[in-house]
């Protein structure tokens, strides 16, 4: 297991006037994968406290409907966890932290083993792990599932930054995400981003994500985002990765950047070895300026990795307007 650099507080460093999609942002995919049948699915080696201890601030959460709760599942593999020791994780640490936000993205996992209905692995698995309250909520669908565990653990309704709480005393009104918000707006609050379907009050929606590539999707915030993951070799993944990076640093400020660096064969160690190191050079060796949110496998291999993502925020590019420029090259989609 790697060792990580702390970077609890490192966003107490930034003004409050930064707008939000113009920060750099290291983050995790499958953030809650740190276990797995012979590491098939593992994608991580350090918990969520380590994660946000180590300075991330992206989580990329897969959560399955069943048995009336939300099991953070990687496939059909379930990860011992649900969705309330996800919201244990960011709330302990925000109440540390209080100068820090959490991009919280949730997304609807759809197991492979769901055809074999109550005989399937991942709900025989699932009956003694997780959440051991009883199972009274009896939620039909699963942004019911949400909203519900999410309210009945959450004792703090400003724990959300664009979550509407039905808790007594505060109104339904629900803010988000727009190319004005700023860190300030959000200090100390986890912002949802949406991958599942629900009602716009729940969250910035992100339901528009296109299999295995490149896209962009305008909305009241513009979205772009670099998934390839299927094993599209090691030197095109990495071309893939530094096409967007290279473009986050040109385009709007406004614009809602995240770059997902992981891809996967057997494993998706094996991609992490290889891209990580080149990753971090070429940061390293980079002009300061925004990179937009960087989802990472094994995040703490190299070691400076994170801080590498941490430091691009700091010069005067993070806050100066930039062109639009011109459309990058490739199989990029906009919608």
């Known amino acids: 297991m790697g060792e990580f650099i702390s970077h609890n507080v490192w966003m107490r460093d930034i ?12 983050g995790t995919h499958n953030s809650c994968s740190i276990g797995g049948i012979l590491g098939f699915t593992k994608t991580q080696d350090l918990d969520l406290p380590e994660q946000l201890e180590a300075g991330v601030r992206f989580l990329d959460i897969r959560l399955s409907h069943y048995r009336d709760n939300l099991f953070v599942h990687h496939d059909v593999v379930h990860m011992g966890k649900c969705h309330a020791d996800v919201l244990v ?22 197991r492979l083993d769901s055809g074999l209905g109550r005989f399937a692995p991942s709900r025989i698995f699932g009956k003694s792990r ?14 019911e599932a949400f909203r519900a565990r999410t309210w009945e653990h959450v004792e703090d309704p400003s724990l959300f930054y664009n979550l509407a709480s039905p808790l007594p005393g505060h109104d339904l009104v629900s803010t988000n ?17 949406r991958r599942f379907e629900a009602g716009q009050d729940l969250g910035f929606d992100l339901t528009y994500w296109l299999e ?3 896209f962009r999707s305008v ?8 998934d390839h993951w299927r094993n599209p070799g090691e030197d095109d993944k990495y ?33 992490a070895k290889t891209i990580n190191p080149r990753l971090n050079d070429y940061l390293a060796g980079s002009p300061r300026g925004r990179v937009g949110i960087i ?24 806050t100066a307007g930039h062109d639009e420029g011109q459309a990058p090259a490739g199989d990029d989609v906009e919608r």
Not at 16 to 21: A, E, F, V, Y
Not at 177 to 193: E, F, H, Q
Not at 219 to 226: I, M
């Open 177 to 193: 995400l727009t190319p004005k918000t700023t860190l300030g707006d959000v200090r100390g609050k986890i912002i949802l981003l």
């Open 239 to 271: 071309k893939f990765i530094i096409t967007h990076i290279e473009e986050a640093m040109s385009r709007n400020p406004r614009d809602l950047y995240i770059t997902f660096c992981n891809a996967v064969t057997l494993n998706a160690h094996g991609y």
């Open 219 to 226: 909305t009241s915030l513009a979205y772009a985002v670099e």
């Open 295 to 318: 989802a990472l496998d094994y995040f703490e291999e190299p070691r400076e990795l994170v801080s590498n993502v941490i430091d691009m925020n700091f010069a005067p590019e993070v």
């Open 212 to 214: 295995n590539m490149r």
């Open 130 to 143: 997780g959440d051991s309250m009883s199972w009274v909520v009896r939620s039909d669908s699963f942004e």
């Open 89 to 110: 994780a960011c709330s302990n640490f925000l109440k540390l932290y209080p100068s820090e936000t959490i991009f919280l993205s949730v997304k609807e996992e759809d």
């Open 15 to 26: 003004p409050d006037n930064i707008l939000l999609t113009s920060l750099s942002i290291p």
